[in-house]
């Protein structure tokens, strides 16, 4: 069965800092794209990054960009989020998600498989 279980997540501080890992099993993960979306307490979801299967090309939300790193070690079927400088905005649960397909457009992508979801809260 496919299956993504995230992990990684907790309270920081403002400026802090977490890493945010993703396990896949029950597909072949180095052949699909793979994202991580958010939802921020009573909002709906944002998408927030994805990477190409082999890696070679990320998108990130502006929200985000420069701040956070989407990658993946194929070897472990893994996928990461490293997460810099932290906002109280960042508050969210993060999911792993995988696309049914590689798009010209994140906007464009549907998603067919996604995590259980990881609790990330940043305040003082």
């Known amino acids: 069965q496919v299956q993504l279980v995230e992990s990684g997540g907790g309270l920081v501080q403002p400026g802090g800092s977490l890493r945010l890992s993703c396990a896949a099993s029950?597909?072949?993960?180095?052949?699909?794209?793979m994202s991580w979306v958010r939802q921020a307490p009573g909002k709906g979801l944002e998408w927030v990054t994805r990477?190409?299967?082999?890696?070679?090309?990320?998108d990130y939300a502006d929200s985000v960009k420069g701040r956070f790193t989407i990658s993946r070690d194929n070897a472990k079927n893994t996928l990461y989020l490293q997460m810099n400088s932290l906002k109280p905005e960042d508050t969210a649960v993060y999911y792993c998600?995988?696309?049914?397909?590689?798009?010209?457009?994140?906007?464009?992508?549907?998603?067919?498989?996604w995590g259980q979801g990881t609790q990330v809260t940043v305040s003082s």
């Open positions: 990477i190409s299967h082999g890696g070679a090309t990320t």
């Open positions: 998600a995988r696309p049914k397909t590689w798009t010209l457009l994140y906007q464009q992508d549907e998603y067919d498989t």
């Open positions: 029950g597909f072949t993960f180095s052949s699909y794209a």
